[in-house]
């Protein structure tokens, strides 16, 4: 198995740009989360997902947009960037809800943001 | 949101036996209480997850008084590569998906 996998690892966008950050996990898990880590800091909740089809948000949603087709894809949209959305994104998956089951986290992609 | 309170920073010497302690006076009849632990540039990884008394895996122990306002993460005979970031989170069980991870411990293993 794969585990959670996340590209790009690297991106540097100039304000205003939109992209989307691709999470795949081959665990059939139906729970996924995507998470923001800034310097020094712990990870914080943006989007979260229970199963295809159905999305809510966390602690820091605005800038973001999820949607979940499938059950392995999970794909962060930031709709217009900016320099505070610089930052490492983490997606994570988990079978049950991720404060009861272990939570398998991706490598991460560093965003910059000009 | 359960939130903790953890120290900041621990020290500890190689072979040494490492306690960090969770604060979290909030906590639910229905949390969890799990711990990641995470290296610089990578995702956090689980390492125990518990509930009440005492659950031992093969890397660390998780003890947790009767009142579960607290927890304390037991890490037997620290070597250098168990230099990270330990974050201790409370889960809701059978409610949304959101968990606090907070600032987390950064415990370095000094040779």
């Known amino acids: 198995n794969a585990g959670v996998t996340q590209t790009p690892k690297f991106q540097v966008l100039k304000t205003g740009q939109s992209m989307t950050l691709q999470c795949a996990q081959d665990m059939n898990h139906e729970y996924m989360s995507w998470y923001r880590q800034d310097p020094g800091m712990g990870l914080r909740l943006i989007h979260y997902s229970v199963g295809a089809g159905i999305t809510d948000q966390g602690e820091v949603p605005n800038g973001y947009n999820v949607s979940r087709s499938t059950t392995e894809d999970f794909p962060l949209r930031l709709l217009s960037a900016a320099p505070s959305q610089t930052s490492v994104y983490f997606c994570?998956?988990?079978?049950?809800?991720?404060?009861?089951?272990?939570?398998?986290f991706g490598p991460g992609t560093r965003l910059t943001v000009t | 949101l359960a939130k903790t309170t953890q120290p900041i920073s621990m020290d500890s010497y190689e072979g040494q036996e490492v306690n960090i302690t969770c604060s979290h006076n909030n906590i639910a009849t229905n949390d969890y209480i799990t711990w990641y632990q995470q290296f610089p540039s990578q995702g956090p990884r689980f390492i125990i997850q518990g509930y009440k008394t005492k659950v031992t895996n093969e890397v660390a122990s998780l003890f947790i008084p009767a009142d579960r306002k607290s927890s304390t993460l037991s890490l037997p005979r620290v070597s250098l590569s168990d230099t990270a970031v330990y974050y201790c989170?409370?889960?809701?069980?059978?409610?949304?998906?959101?968990?606090?991870f907070g600032t987390g411990t950064r415990l370095t293993v000094i040779p």
């Open positions: 989170l409370v889960g809701e069980n059978g409610r949304a998906n959101n968990l606090f």
């Open positions: 994570a998956s988990s079978y049950g809800l991720a404060g009861s089951y272990e939570q398998y």
